[in-house]
Structure formats: structure tokens, C-alpha cells
């Protein structure tokens, strides 16, 4: 019996690599149920300032694609922003997030918020040395 019933995590997943599959794995690993929200086209220009190099649409069907991704739909600025919107549009027991967002102001609040409803985060380290950045400079 796996820890969580319904995982969730975000992320652009431009360039899918390793590393995409590698944090994927191991939410699965955690959870009977893993949905995926991928941030839409908008949210990667106006938000992280990057031209998707796939649109969101392809990005989606690439994780739905995935035996490990029982879910991916796009997600907008304000659900991706907001944990409690997301909560409220996916239902989830478990948000898993990369380790470099423990501590922030952010994800305090947000631990404060989940700690209410009875809802968890679970912090992934990231795979070192692979990133789409790199991927986008090396070519």
C-alpha cells in the first residue's frame, strides 16, 4: 500500500529528460493516483520569461504518455501560483514539490494552509546535472 492516495505536481516539462522522469518516478512511487499539472504557454512566457521550445499541448500528451502519469492537464498562472486553487481543482492527499522550495515564504505559507485540511508536501530533490536549461544551451 503506497503512502498517498492522489499525488499532484506541477512544472513546464519543456525538453522532457531524465530528470522530468526521474521526479515523476518517485512521486508514483508515494501515491496510487499521480496528476500532473503542466504550466500553459502563457505561464512559461510571462511567468519564467522562456519561450517553450514544445507548446503546451504537445507537453500534455508527452505526460500523458507516461505509465507513471496516471493524469496531466494544463494548468493556468492562478492554479499554479496558488496550491489552495489547485487542491480545490484536483482533490489531492500529497503535493510534491522540488526541494529547493523548503523554507521559502511561499511554501511555509502553503505548509501552514495544507496542515488544515490534513493535506501533505513531500520535497524531491532534484536530479543534478541535467536540466532543460542546459539541454537549450548545449544545442
Same mark, same amino acid.
Given at each position: 500500500?503506497?503512502?498517498?492516495?492522489?499525488?499532484? &505536481?506541477?512544472?513546464?516539462?519543456?525538453?522532457?529528460?531524465?530528470?522530468?522522469?526521474?521526479?515523476?518516478?518517485? *512521486?508514483?512511487?508515494? *501515491?496510487?493516483?499521480?496528476?500532473?499539472?503542466? *504550466?500553459?504557454?502563457?505561464?512559461?512566457?510571462?511567468?519564467?520569461? %522562456?519561450?517553450?521550445?514544445?507548446?503546451?499541448?504537445?507537453? #500534455?500528451?508527452?505526460?500523458?504518455?507516461? %505509465? *507513471?502519469?496516471?493524469?496531466?492537464?494544463?494548468?493556468?498562472?492562478?492554479?499554479?501560483?496558488?496550491?489552495?486553487?489547485?487542491?480545490?481543482?484536483?482533490?489531492?492527499? #500529497?503535493?510534491? /514539490?522540488?526541494?529547493?522550495?523548503?523554507?521559502?515564504?511561499?511554501?511555509?505559507? &502553503?505548509?501552514?494552509?495544507?496542515?488544515? #485540511?490534513? #493535506?501533505?508536501?513531500?520535497?524531491?530533490?532534484? &536530479?543534478?546535472?541535467?536540466? /532543460? &536549461?542546459?539541454?537549450?544551451?548545449?544545442?
Amino acid at each position: 500500500m503506497k503512502k498517498y492516495r492522489v499525488g499532484y &505536481t506541477a512544472g513546464v516539462f519543456d525538453l522532457f529528460h531524465v530528470g522530468h522522469l526521474n521526479l515523476l518516478e518517485r *512521486c508514483k512511487e508515494m *501515491c496510487d493516483v499521480l496528476i500532473v499539472g503542466v *504550466c500553459d504557454d502563457d505561464y512559461v512566457i510571462n511567468i519564467k520569461h %522562456k519561450k517553450p521550445v514544445f507548446a503546451e499541448n504537445e507537453r #500534455v500528451r508527452i505526460l500523458n504518455a507516461l %505509465k *507513471c502519469v496516471d493524469r496531466a492537464e494544463l494548468v493556468d498562472f492562478k492554479i499554479t501560483d496558488d496550491k489552495m486553487l489547485a487542491l480545490e481543482k484536483f482533490h489531492f492527499d #500529497v503535493l510534491f /514539490s522540488g526541494d529547493d522550495w523548503k523554507g521559502s515564504e511561499r511554501y511555509n505559507k &502553503t505548509e501552514e494552509q495544507f496542515s488544515k #485540511v490534513g #493535506v501533505s508536501i513531500e520535497y524531491l530533490p532534484y &536530479t543534478k546535472g541535467i536540466s /532543460s &536549461t542546459d539541454i537549450k544551451n548545449k544545442i
